[in-house]
């Protein structure tokens, strides 16, 4: 059975961080290009990053650049990602997703259940 965890989603003043974890399992981690995509109140998802499977080429959504990082760790097969100088619009629930294809922003395969993010003072 595929399994994406999410953890470490939560409530931070404007300005803080947060680091969120995705823990997989059931499917072959290190062949597959991860992702983390959002869905803010009210909106539509919206891509965040991407990091490939093999040398760790990585791409983010330009409202996030310079600002998160995407990580992962095969050997633990879990997926991070660190978010630094939050702002109220990164409000959202963060999903991580598979991609058993090579293209860094979908589609998309496998999805965990999403970790709430809040940003408010």
């Known amino acids: 059975e595929v399994q994406l965890v999410e953890s470490g989603g939560g409530l931070v003043q404007p300005g803080g961080s947060l680091r969120l974890s995705c823990a997989a399992s059931?499917?072959?981690?290190?062949?597959?290009?991860m992702s983390w995509v959002r869905q803010a109140p009210g909106k539509g998802r919206e891509f965040v990053a991407a990091?490939?499977?093999?040398?760790?080429?990585?791409d983010y959504g330009d409202s996030v650049k310079d600002r998160f990082t995407i990580t992962r760790n095969n050997a633990k097969t879990t997926l991070y990602l660190q978010m630094n100088s939050l702002k109220p619009e990164d409000t959202a629930i963060y999903y991580c997703?598979?991609?058993?294809?090579?293209?860094?922003?979908?589609?998309?395969?496998?999805w965990g259940q999403g970790t709430q993010v809040t940003v408010s003072s």
């Open positions: 997703v598979a991609s058993s294809t090579s293209g860094l922003r979908g589609p998309y395969h496998y």
């Open positions: 990091i490939s499977w093999a040398v760790g080429v990585t």
């Open positions: 059931g499917f072959t981690f290190r062949m597959y290009v």
